[in-house]
């Protein structure tokens, strides 16, 4: 008999899915407690809470943090379009603001 873990119970390679905010967000939107902007402001505050505690510089890693949280709201409330919107801005945010910065290097090295 194998046991598989259920979302959220930290199967993804020790990624922020069990963040409190996080876990709280799920709660509410499983039980459908929120309207969709309440949706979007949770997801705002819960991806900024994963941020801030992914360890390290490393875009890939928080791009990779913020995706398996993303995944996870998602699928908690898969008919709440907002949540899944909120995770896709954040994600463009993140590789834009990489972008820029990896740009000002080189040309502050050139």
């Known amino acids: 008999v194998t046991h598989s873990k259920m979302p959220g119970e930290g199967g993804e390679r020790g990624t922020n899915v069990d963040n409190q905010m996080v876990q709280d967000l799920i709660n509410k939107l499983k039980r459908r407690?929120?309207?969709?902007?309440?949706?979007?402001?949770?997801?705002?505050?819960?991806?900024?809470?994963?941020?801030?505690?992914?360890?390290?510089?490393?875009?890939?890693?928080?791009?990779?943090?913020?995706?398996?949280?993303?995944?996870?709201?998602?699928?908690?409330?898969?008919?709440?379009?907002?949540?899944?919107?909120?995770?896709r801005r954040i994600l463009f945010i993140i590789r834009e603001e990489y972008e820029t910065q990896a740009a000002s290097g080189e040309s502050a090295a050139g």
């Open 33 to 87: 407690q929120l309207n969709s902007k309440e949706c979007a402001v949770g997801t705002v505050e819960a991806l900024r809470s994963v941020i801030g505690s992914t360890k390290g510089n490393n875009p890939a890693r928080i791009l990779e943090e913020v995706r398996a949280v993303g995944r996870e709201l998602v699928r908690a409330q898969p008919t709440e379009l907002t949540v899944g919107n909120m995770v």
